[in-house]
């Protein structure tokens, strides 16, 4: 059962233009949703996270959007850059005691073009 | 500030020898400690966590096992290694209490079994 999805594996921006990256999820208790970005034979580098009480979260070129009632967030990266080519990884996790277990999608592939 | 290493950085090992990927954080006290798989193509899947010194829970019955000898030490390990092993190991850490969700990954581990 996947609870978190991506599905779109793989995108393509020209550089300067808008990227947007998009994640559904199933679980209702997830409460706290992260974007992190992974180059090849790396581990994959926090981007930005959003907490369910919030529908928007801004860190410079990167904006994440939070629709709980379609279940749905979205990670905007304007302008889009060439370093920005990686893969993006959303997570969720759930409110809980102790360490909090997250719950990944399968990643889209990001390629910005010159 | 806190950094987190692994090592090795790539291993390849023949079917049915032990496995020893270790983990340490430096910079923060009682940490939570996380192992994920990320198979070829596939997201990253939570193996173990510790929220503790001894304290070890799995997510998924497999071949490996996990060990937390000290605070910010994190061992993963098996006895017989199997073809379905390989992959590509990541360590991350969170605070512990108060809450927190975002995790912080190390390099990553290339382990290939043959």
């Known amino acids: 059962d996947q609870q978190v999805k991506q599905n779109s594996p793989s995108l393509s921006v020209q550089e300067g233009r808008i990227s947007i990256l998009n994640c559904d999820y199933t679980n209702s208790m997830f409460d706290y949703f992260l974007w992190y970005k992974k180059y090849p034979a790396e581990g994959p580098t926090f981007l930005i996270s959003?907490?369910?009480?919030?529908d928007k979260n801004e860190d410079g070129r990167f904006t994440v959007f939070l629709n709980k009632s379609a279940k749905h967030l979205s990670l905007h990266i304007v302008p889009s850059q060439p370093g920005d080519s990686a893969v993006y990884f959303c997570?969720?996790?759930?409110?809980?005691?102790?360490?909090?277990?997250?719950?990944f999608g399968q990643g889209t592939r990001l390629t910005i073009n010159p | 500030s806190q950094t987190i290493h692994q090592w090795p950085a790539t291993l390849v090992q023949p079917v049915g020898s032990p496995l020893s990927l270790e983990c340490t954080v430096e910079?923060?006290?009682?940490?939570?400690l996380y192992w994920y798989r990320q198979a070829a193509g596939r997201g990253l899947q939570l193996l173990f966590y510790?929220?503790?010194?001894?304290?070890i829970s799995s997510e998924v019955p497999q071949n490996l096992s996990a060990s937390r000898p000290q605070d910010r030490q994190f061992i993963l390990s098996s006895k017989k290694l199997l073809l379905s092993d390989s992959g590509f190991y990541l360590c991350?850490?969170?605070?512990?209490?108060?809450?927190?969700?975002?995790?912080?990954f190390g390099p990553g581990t290339r382990l290939t079994v043959l």
């Open positions: 991350a850490w969170s605070e512990g209490l108060p809450r927190t969700d975002t995790q912080y």
């Open positions: 997570a969720a996790s759930a409110r809980k005691q102790g360490a909090q277990k997250l719950v």
């Open positions: 959003i907490s369910s009480i919030k």
């Open positions: 910079g923060t006290s009682n940490p939570n």
């Open positions: 510790s929220v503790g010194i001894g304290q």
